[in-house]
């Protein structure tokens, strides 16, 4: 077969990794000490207390999910062990049982959203098993660049304020989700028969496309939400910063990610995984397919049309002018980064309705629907996530020609990518609401997972009526 192609972000990491990774730790936590150092103890104070809860409800489900057993009753014992010591962990924060340790029981709001995580990553067992262990270190990496970036936004008097706790929780879902690409990638091309330090290489390479969309993505989003608030005027230094937070986490994800995948001794059982869980994907999937062919797939975009219809005549569009241009720029952002302009096509449109829908289920629940702020965070990342999943099918409609096929293959490798940063991203907007009080966080993370479940239930009738579309099948 031919050898994936490695670029220069992969042979760096992979030539000298100790080297790569010891430099890129030391830079990012000088970056982060300077910045402390601009800080009261107090709000110094806040970067550690940050990074410890984002280990515990990001890091460690990650883990959990990472040393998951194979066997059914070890997985009984296993889940049955997290839970106990989860139900221990919140008895001792309400006081019902004395914790030992000097440190005390973590917040048990902190140990729900780790738990419910734990759950989610659990259930996606089947789907992203081997990815969960290939890129068990991307949030230790991410949670060190976003140290970094949390120095750098301190140097920047961002650090605390609502667009830091925005950028910082940005850094760390899509940290998580580099490595999760990196991870998939790898196990893709060390099933099709690539030496690892070649799959390694190559799933660095292959990551620059995203990374380059979510910094995109990041910018569009601190450029449009400062043009909203300061009527007209945008503010580049808190858009250069959001970008460089994001940065910096991506950066040390891709180095340590990609080190890490060819220093350890990785038997064929990688490959074994791979294979297995592209058979149970396919046999999974075989009734969605037969009950989704071209004009079925048609009919349901076009029910979803009347819907999105029915919507804007009901609950409005609420901020149509910034919410246009941020589509626009979204657009931009993926032809350039994936140099494809269908794939930017089907991004935007699965974005917009979203929002539409999204917008409309608020108001058919008699909820107030939450700030412009908080709905273009939300769609920020579920753009970012919805590259995961797109690239996929971009890639597929290279190899495939019946629509059908194109659709499969590209969820079959995109659907893991995509829910890994949907669940990494709302544990990372939970976590910056709770560390830095900031009350619209949670409003966030709602809206995000409201548009990432919409988009998610559309993109498999909307990928297939477009590569019937495309190619004319």
Request: proline letters at 4%; one cysteine or more; glycine letters at 8%.
């Amino acid at each position: 077969m031919r050898e994936p192609p490695a670029g220069i972000v992969g042979n760096i990491a992979v030539g000298r990794p100790v080297l790569a990774i010891s430099i890129m730790a030391a830079g990012l936590i000088a970056l982060g000490v300077a910045g402390a150092r601009q800080l009261d103890v107090n709000e110094a104070s806040l970067i550690v207390s940050y990074a410890a809860s984002a280990l515990f409800v990001v890091g460690l489900p990650m883990s959990l999910a990472a040393i998951m057993p194979r066997s059914t009753a070890r997985q009984i014992i296993h889940v049955f062990a997290v839970a106990l010591i989860g139900g221990v962990l919140i008895a001792a924060d309400m006081g019902l049982i004395d914790f030992p340790g000097p440190l005390g029981a973590p917040p048990a709001s902190l140990t729900y959203a780790a738990l419910a995580l734990t759950a989610f990553l659990y259930a996606l067992a089947p789907l992203g098993f081997n990815v969960a262990r290939l890129s068990a270190a991307s949030p230790f990496a991410a949670i060190i660049g976003a140290v970094g970036g949390a120095g750098y936004l301190a140097l920047e008097n961002l650090w605390g304020s609502p667009q830091g706790a925005t950028a910082i929780a940005f850094a760390l879902a899509i940290g998580v989700g580099a490595g999760v690409s990196i991870g998939a990638d790898f196990a893709k091309y060390f099933a099709g028969g690539a030496e690892q330090k070649r799959a390694a290489a190559a799933g660095g390479h292959s990551a620059v496309a995203i990374a380059a969309f979510s910094l995109l993505v990041v910018g569009a989003f601190f450029a449009v939400q400062t043009f909203d608030a300061n009527f007209g005027a945008v503010e580049w230094r808190i858009v250069w910063a959001g970008i460089t937070a994001s940065a910096t986490a991506i950066i040390a994800v891709l180095i340590t990610v990609t080190g890490t995948l060819a220093m350890t001794p990785i038997s064929e059982q990688a490959a074994v995984d791979e294979n297995y869980r592209r058979i149970w994907f396919s046999a999974s999937w075989r009734p969605i397919r037969m009950a989704l062919p071209t004009t079925t797939a048609t009919a349901v975009i076009a029910i979803a049309g009347v819907f999105v219809i029915i919507a804007l005549f009901e609950a409005g569009f609420s901020a149509p002018i910034s919410l246009s241009l941020f589509f626009v720029l979204i657009w931009a952002a993926a032809a350039i980064a994936f140099v494809s302009l269908r794939t930017s096509l089907l991004i935007v449109l699965l974005l917009a309705v979203s929002a539409i829908l999204a917008d409309y289920t608020y108001l058919i629940f008699s909820l107030p629907i939450p700030g412009l702020a908080e709905r273009l965070a939300g769609l920020a990342l579920c753009a970012i996530a919805l590259g995961h999943m797109t690239v996929s099918w971009r890639d597929a409609s290279e190899v495939w020609r019946n629509a059908r096929d194109v659709t499969e293959n590209a969820l079959s490798d995109g659907l893991r990518r995509y829910l890994f940063i949907v669940g990494a991203g709302a544990a990372s907007l939970f976590v910056s609401a709770q560390s830095f009080g900031w009350d619209a966080g949670l409003a966030t993370t709602a809206y995000f997972m409201i548009t990432a479940f919409i988009s998610l239930i559309l993109a498999p009738a909307m990928m297939t009526a477009m590569s019937a579309r495309i190619m004319r099948y």
